[in-house]
């Protein structure tokens, strides 16, 4: 396939409600829009980057850079048949993993829809449906809290993340238990802590929780592996981990026992295959992360997790759940078991609604030969 044309538009829509974490407050979400034209055949991407480096050291601003003067350039007019042609010419360039993967992901989506194939199909999903579960972020005190995570479970679904900030856990964390004593239940520190904390962390192990999600600094596996000496509940980790080398090394000095997977972070969905076999074979649990994507990132997120070892609920909720209008149809829905159908049509098995997009579009960049 030769690639002859790349679209790139910067979006931003607006959350339906205001999504808090221990970097932030969004109220909108930024991200990138891939599209890649080929013999009459069209994929579409999301870069998952961001309006501000909280969550990652990259934003929409420097995936654009990487993106239109590196990656674009160096992919158009060449020939791509397989995704591992596309990472031998970018081979050349480091990190900015989540500008990687967004055109990845354009290229994951062409390349299964001339296969005629679902994209699920193609990375070896084995389930038609995959069970999600809802993040919250951080709310205005407990009990406004617990009254969101009761919404939540009333609307279906059966595991809910909460996100933690230090001054905002173990009363949090003891209030929805106290609620909900049998929900399974996790929380996510977005890197906020450090090992002088531990007192915190102890205080939430006896909470039943299934996973303590980044409690540390990204670029410190060896405090995790100290944290997770003393600790029965197992720490997963989000940000760490950036490859599956990363992976391997977290789980050689047992920095973590459960992984996230986000195929942005790891630079795309082949290297998100790469992390989750490796913790297959080792026994590990993975599950899908979420980065309050759009019709297009959630319909790949729904196929990654199709793979066998994401035993642990996804990241991955109801597209009602984040936006009131989305750019891609049909819009994801819950089902009575809280799982959402992995998409079956060729491809991501979404199709973009093109007013939609140019509704929330704010800049638009065409690049050809
Ligand atoms: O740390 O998992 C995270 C959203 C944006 C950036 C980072 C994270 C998140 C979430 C939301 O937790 C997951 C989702 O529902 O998409
Ligand atoms: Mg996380």
């Given at each position: 396939?030769?690639i002859?044309?790349i679209e790139l538009r910067h979006i931003?829509?607006?959350?339906?409600?205001?999504?808090?974490?221990?970097?932030?407050?969004?109220?909108?979400?930024d991200c990138l829009i891939l599209r890649v034209?080929?013999?009459?055949?069209?994929?579409?991407g999301e870069c998952a980057a961001g309006s501000t480096p909280?969550y990652s050291y990259e934003t929409t601003e420097t995936a654009w850079h990487v993106l239109s003067e590196f990656f674009i350039p160096t992919i158009l007019?060449r020939?791509?048949?397989?995704?591992?042609?596309y990472h031998r010419r970018l081979g050349a360039y480091k990190g900015h993993n989540l500008a990687r993967a967004g055109l990845e992901m354009a290229l994951?989506?062409?390349?299964?829809?001339?296969?005629?194939?679902?994209?699920?199909?193609?990375?070896?999903?084995?389930?038609?449906?995959?069970?999600?579960?809802?993040?919250?972020?951080?709310?205005?005190?407990?009990?406004?809290?617990?009254?969101?995570?009761?919404?939540?479970?009333?609307?279906?679904?059966?595991?809910?993340?909460?996100?933690?900030?230090?001054?905002?856990?173990?009363?949090?964390?003891?209030?929805?238990?106290?609620?909900?004593?049998?929900?399974?239940?996790?929380?996510?520190?977005?890197?906020?802590?450090?090992?002088?904390?531990?007192?915190?962390?102890?205080?939430?192990?006896?909470?039943?929780?299934?996973?303590?999600?980044?409690?540390?600094?990204?670029?410190?596996?060896?405090?995790?592996?100290?944290?997770?000496?003393?600790?029965?509940?197992?720490?997963?980790?989000?940000?760490?981990?950036i490859s599956?080398?990363?992976?391997?090394?977290?789980?050689?000095?047992?920095?973590?026992?459960?992984?996230?997977?986000?195929s942005g972070r790891v630079g795309g969905?082949?290297e998100?295959?790469?992390?989750?076999?490796?913790?297959?074979?080792?026994?590990?649990?993975?599950?899908?992360?979420?980065m309050?994507?759009?019709?297009?990132?959630?319909?790949?997120?729904?196929?990654?997790?199709?793979?066998?070892?994401?035993?642990?609920?996804?990241?991955?909720?109801?597209?009602?759940?984040?936006?009131?209008?989305?750019?891609?149809?049909?819009?994801?829905?819950?089902?009575?078991?809280?799982?959402?159908?992995?998409?079956?049509?060729?491809?991501?098995?979404?199709?973009?609604?093109?007013?939609?997009?140019?509704?929330?579009?704010l800049r638009r960049e065409v690049y050809?030969?």
């Amino acid at each position: 396939m030769k690639i002859e044309v790349i679209e790139l538009r910067h979006i931003r829509m607006r959350l339906r409600a205001p999504f808090e974490t221990s970097f932030g407050v969004e109220l909108d979400r930024d991200c990138l829009i891939l599209r890649v034209d080929s013999e009459g055949m069209t994929g579409w991407g999301e870069c998952a980057a961001g309006s501000t480096p909280g969550y990652s050291y990259e934003t929409t601003e420097t995936a654009w850079h990487v993106l239109s003067e590196f990656f674009i350039p160096t992919i158009l007019g060449r020939q791509v048949e397989e995704i591992e042609d596309y990472h031998r010419r970018l081979g050349a360039y480091k990190g900015h993993n989540l500008a990687r993967a967004g055109l990845e992901m354009a290229l994951w989506d062409l390349l299964a829809k001339v296969q005629g194939k679902s994209l699920a199909a193609i990375l070896g999903g084995v389930v038609e449906r995959v069970p999600v579960g809802v993040s919250i972020g951080i709310q205005q005190d407990h009990d406004v809290l617990v009254e969101v995570v009761s919404q939540y479970i009333e609307a279906g679904y059966r595991r809910v993340k909460i996100k933690i900030k230090p001054g905002r856990d173990v009363v949090e964390v003891e209030s929805v238990r106290k609620s909900f004593p049998d929900l399974p239940l996790q929380v996510d520190a977005n890197s906020a802590y450090t090992l002088e904390d531990v007192a915190v962390f102890k205080s939430l192990d006896d909470k039943q929780l299934l996973l303590i999600e980044q409690p540390l600094a990204e670029d410190d596996l060896i405090d995790h592996s100290r944290l997770q000496a003393h600790l029965q509940t197992p720490i997963c980790l989000d940000e760490s981990i950036i490859s599956a080398r990363h992976a391997r090394q977290a789980l050689e000095i047992d920095a973590c026992r459960i992984v996230n997977i986000k195929s942005g972070r790891v630079g795309g969905l082949l290297e998100g295959l790469a992390v989750h076999d490796l913790c297959y074979e080792a026994g590990v649990p993975v599950w899908c992360g979420g980065m309050l994507e759009t019709g297009i990132g959630r319909a790949a997120n729904l196929a990654l997790a199709s793979l066998p070892g994401f035993t642990l609920p996804g990241d991955i909720s109801a597209s009602d759940r984040y936006y009131s209008e989305d750019i891609a149809e049909p819009r994801f829905t819950l089902n009575a078991d809280s799982t959402i159908d992995v998409p079956t049509g060729a491809g991501l098995g979404v199709e973009v609604v093109s007013d939609a997009l140019e509704r929330v579009t704010l800049r638009r960049e065409v690049y050809k030969l």
